[in-house]
């Protein structure tokens, strides 16, 4: 068993995925370095006005040190001392056609636990079921490579973390998410179990987990990029783009009103520009707008339901 | 002394400010009457793609019922029956050259205690030192008609309150904020206590705190008019345009991640659209934009900095 964290591992995975994304834009990425106050640091990259990519941000960070003490309190492991380190993207295309994607990967050490969380989900602005089957079967294919029952687990674990109560809305078509792999259920506080119903029951030991998360890390680009692929010389419209401006504000609500990192990262002093990497360049708010019946705007609502995607 | 709220007076104040507004910009708000499950029910009024404003919203509502418990045990006053009126607005010219604009005032009834309010903030994406003193002075004015002390409380209580920690940057030039006006600091809870150290030590008689109200209410359209009439002919640059969208996206952050209305309204299931009327059509969010030195938008964080702006 292990207990160093797999830093330069995430470091290769940030490389390997802008790299991809750089093949399908075209444009580059700028790139900064920062310090955490606190302890550690990181690097985000950001791609702007590229062909396919109106923002794309992909960031990794390795912090460590003293956690506040009520959250600190709620965590599994002895003490206040932590390290974290993952990899976060947000990308956000120009067309309306291709959805925007979020994914992370981590892995935090408090005391003597440590413990791996991440996941992905798709966020489509116009209804394509083979985008959202594809998405979810490469998932799926991903999480049977370790245990039968993870999907099932980490699917609605997704649906369920990327919902706008306010809306009553999906934010998107989901995917995976999942969190404290490595502690077992029990071990966990009792808000912490509360607010995580899905996470597992059994302890998987460090390596395993470990492999898991390296192994949805490097799904990433094979679960977006043929979707991206396909949709990216798609024509689209005026219209079509002012829809999808207005459904970035949910995006924007979600991140801003629910999005446990987002709020734990500003209200600790985390690095706002990092953090709000994940917000849109453009985005339109309009009273109470409601799709014209029938159109394929008025689609989207009913294919945000959760459902079962994958296929096999 | 009365216990009556001023539900009338309300929805007549809704109406003044809304034909004030129709005078400056020409064009008409629609308007949506609704009601809330829980009780009670309001009327939403917006205007979108005029002259003047881009999006400007001019809430009533008369809501009632049952507190959360955890909510009610916070307030003054004994059980969880309450009852709340008040008009909120927003207004977004679509000009740079013009600041965003809100104002609201309430009144609330639990058990058989009964306070008030409200206040108003201003939102300048350009530096007009004369915007920011007309609108101090003549909120000042108003408040001591009341008492000499009140502005110099209800002045820092809004630099305190529209202030993003995240960005350590006030949201604008402020103005006057306050809370619990007919009840005595020492009979809020501990939590409201904290959060509202300006809150007036002594118990103002309701007749009193009711007329205050209404002085702040109708002294809206003479604190924002003047501004507006003297701004909106400005001439304006597409650069400066993406620079208010780009300064929107401050106001999108305050409110979905601190304004105490908008996260109770929205987690206590309130209007979503009604609550979120406050957004902005056009937002633009950059990574880490930084003005250029020596330019009118570098200044605009200079002029934000809480001030003494009233004169007299």
Partial sequence: ??????????KGLQDRICAGLVALDGSQFAEDLWEREGGGGG??????????????????????GELPADFAAELPGVGRQFRATGVSLVLHPLSPMV???????????????MWFGGGMDLTPYYAYAEDAAHFHTHLKSVCDGFDASW???????CDNYFYLPHRDEARGI??????????????????VQQRNPMALDTVVPVDRAEAFMKAVGDAFLGAYVPIAERRMNE??????????????????????LYDRGTQFGLRTGGR???????????????YAHTPEPGSRE??????????DWAEG
């Fill in 298 to 307: 008025a689609e989207l609502s009913d294919f945000l339901t959760a459902r």
């Fill in 1 to 10: 068993v292990t207990n160093q964290m797999p830093t330069e591992w995430l």
């Fill in 43 to 64: 690097c985000t990259r950001i791609l702007t006005g590229g062909d396919l990519f109106e923002k794309a941000g992909v960031n990794f960070a390795e912090v460590h």
């Fill in 151 to 157: 999907y099932a687990r980490f699917k609605p674990w």
């Fill in 99 to 113: 959805p925007t994607v979020h994914a992370n990967v981590r892995c935090i050490r408090k005391g003597d636990v």
């Fill in 174 to 191: 989901g995917g995976i998410f999942f969190d404290y792999v490595g502690v077992a259920k029990a071990d966990l506080g009792e808000s």
């Fill in 272 to 286: 706002t520009e990092s953090i709000l990497m994940s917000l849109p360049a453009l985005v339109r708010w309009e």
């Fill in 235 to 256: 024509p689209w419209t005026e219209r079509e783009r002012q829809f999808q401006l207005l459904r970035r504000g949910r995006y924007v609500e979600f991140n801003l």
